[in-house]
Each structure stands twice: as structure tokens, then as C-alpha cells.
């Protein structure tokens, strides 16, 4: 069974320190690991679509790396605005998405 | 812009009656998934529609079920309502790239 876990469950950085969140998988058969945003209340905001090892993409602060076992959010000098939960989403042999719960990010000004 | 019109905004039922929950992807989308995130718990796959047809469903009681019309818009029901229903509903339409999802702004349901 496809399986997702974030870490940490939460992380509170200052404004401008960086860092990084984690999502380990195991899923038969990867076809797709995706990355959103989610405001409270709110849709998850698509952010990133990485499909094998080694892919990396960039968009503004964040930065999402693939290996075989996990991916990593690494987020630049950030802001408060990108205060959010983060979620990660695996795809395997079928068209469902397999969420992490989540890693809920609070930047203090 | 997500392109994915979910409504309404809010439900609030009692236990034992049903909910239905609408969505509408953009245009010239012909796939729309449903999940379910309730507290604690992350998002979980429901269904997904195709071309009008159920295509897969997730680990969820009969009572969860749907349908998708000519137009592709697609229609959640929940019967039997349970206090453990209460969650964010949220439709997602598919991408450009195959299997890319985009996601509404969803319907939080309040089973009393």
C-alpha cells in the first residue's frame, strides 16, 4: 500500500531562515510526486509536480528535490506569507493521490 | 485560479439525512476526483469520474456516491449521515499533464 509521511508535524522559523520539510514514500510504480500548499479553510494550491530521482524545481523561496525515498521542500529567506501547511501527495498505479498529513509552517515576522 | 467551482460553501445536516455536494471543472476537463480531509486524518481519496463513468473509488462505505453529467460537472452523495462526516470536501479537476490535480475551494460539511 502507497504510504506518505511528512516531517515535522509543524515548524516555526524566523523571517529570512531557511529550512527544510520532508516527505518519505513508498509506492509501487512512481508516477508522480506533487507538492501543494493549503491555507486554512482553504483548497490545497498546486506548487510542483516531480516525477523521478534527481528532478528538482524551483518556484520563488521553495525549492522541491526527488530521491527514491523522499522529497524535500526547502524553503528560502522566507516570509510570512508563506506561513501554510504543506502537504505532499504521491501517485502510484492509479490515478488516486496518497497524502502525507501535512507539515504546518509559521514564519514570524 | 484552480478552475474547479465547488458549492455550496457550507452544509450543515443532522445525523441520518443526506448531503449532496456539487462540483464544476473549467472547461474541457473531463476528469474530476473526490476527497475527503477530515481533522487528523489528511486528505483521502473518495471517487474519480471520466467521461461520465466511475472510474475508482476509495476504502469508503456505499453510502459515499456520485455521478458526473454530460457537461462533466459531478454530483457527491452522502446518505445515512454519521457524525464522523463532518470534513472538507474537495473536487479536483485534472491538469494538462495527465496526472496533475488541481483542487476547489472545497464544502465543509457539519454533520449535528
Known amino acids: 500500500e502507497d504510504q506518505v509521511t511528512q516531517s515535522p508535524e509543524a515548524l516555526r522559523l524566523q523571517e529570512g531562515e531557511s529550512s527544510s520539510l520532508n516527505c518519505s514514500y513508498t509506492?509501487?510504480?512512481?508516477?508522480?510526486l506533487f507538492w501543494y500548499r493549503q491555507d486554512p479553510g482553504k483548497g490545497p494550491e498546486f506548487l510542483f509536480t516531480?516525477?523521478?530521482a534527481g528532478e528538482e524545481k524551483e518556484k520563488e523561496r521553495l525549492k522541491a528535490t526527488l530521491t527514491k525515498k523522499e522529497s524535500f521542500l526547502h524553503i528560502t529567506a522566507p516570509k510570512p506569507e508563506d506561513s501554510a501547511t504543506y502537504l505532499c501527495a504521491v501517485q502510484g498505479g492509479s490515478e488516486k493521490l496518497v497524502f502525507g498529513k501535512g507539515t504546518k509552517l509559521t514564519v514570524n515576522p | 485560479e484552480a478552475g474547479v467551482t465547488q458549492s455550496p460553501t457550507h452544509l450543515i445536516k443532522t445525523r441520518g439525512q443526506q448531503a449532496t455536494l456539487r462540483c464544476s471543472p473549467i472547461?474541457?476537463?473531463?476528469?474530476v476526483y473526490w476527497y475527503q480531509q477530515a481533522l487528523g486524518l489528511g486528505l483521502q481519496f473518495l471517487l474519480w469520474?471520466?467521461?461520465?463513468?466511475?472510474?475508482n473509488r476509495g476504502n469508503f462505505p456505499p453510502r459515499f456516491s456520485g455521478r458526473q453529467f454530460p457537461n462533466y460537472s459531478s454530483e457527491l452523495n452522502v446518505n445515512a449521515l454519521e457524525l464522523e462526516d463532518s470534513a472538507l470536501y474537495l473536487c479536483a479537476r485534472g491538469g494538462v499533464s495527465y496526472n496533475e490535480q488541481f483542487f476547489g475551494p472545497g464544502t465543509r460539511l457539519t454533520v449535528l
Open positions: 472547461s474541457g476537463h473531463t476528469s
Open positions: 469520474y471520466d467521461e461520465g463513468e466511475e472510474r
Open positions: 516531480l516525477y523521478s
Open positions: 509506492v509501487s510504480g512512481l508516477r508522480g
